[in-house]
């Protein structure tokens, strides 16, 4: 059996001040050259438990394993973590630190002491990769807040890491710079990348993910393949999650099977295929 690449075993963590646990006895099992998802109400716990998983907080209990190996919260150890799991937040004004996007990229890599011309190879690789080449010397206040995501991804991509974090990627983008978004993360997946991102952005979830966690109160309540989540009606209506618009719409064109949310194959791929294209 393959090793997991990150594991939560009985995880919980709290903040200073609250009397509710914002994660709480977490299990968490995330296979290596997948694409995951976590959805929740607001302060279910998603952004916590990237800070977690990237090594920023440690919890009070339990344990976080990466390939295998238990987290251990020293320098040596979490400098390592941190070129091989990459975090971008929702807010890139809270990651670009530099003057120019070129200085952006190239700032972790100046603080691993690698040698100039890999570091000048590698980031003029992620701007080309990223169509960020002509902006290359723009200053950051410049630029929109798509551009500025599009940076923050690639601030993190030039490091190759092995496991990428994604708080909320989509939230206040519109339609072009979402389909944008998508067309990198499908890029980075490519490149043999395991991605993890929390959303609001149902439809854009129930497209992207192979595997969905849904989380509340700090808590897992469902996992399952995208169809398998959305099928778990009680459970989704309960947590008032919604729908993606494609389920909404086969429901009410009749085409559901059974109350359950499961239809033919065929039909549901031919609707999925001719509603997603639009």
Sequence with gaps: MAQNLLTFQNVSYSYPCLSSRAIENFDLNISAGKKYALIGQNGCGKTTLFLLASGLYKPQQGVIYWQGNPFQYNRSFLGNLHQ???????????????????EDISYGLNNLDLPTSEIIDRVWATLDKFALTPLAYEPVHHLSLGQKKQVSIADVMVMNPTLLLLDEPTAYLDARHSQKLREYLEQIHQLGTTIILASHDLDFVYHW?????????????????????????????????????ILTLVEKLGILATQTGNMSQKIFEQWQEYLLSK
């Design 84 to 102: 091989q799991i990459g975090l971008v937040f929702q807010n890139p004004e809270h990651q670009l630190v530099a003057a120019t996007v070129e």
């Design 209 to 245: 993910a192979d595997w969905i966690f849904v989380i509340d109160g700090g808590q897992l309540i469902i996992e399952g393949t995208p169809r398998e989540v959305f099928a778990q009606r009680k459970t989704i209506e309960k947590l008032q999650l919604g729908l993606p618009v």
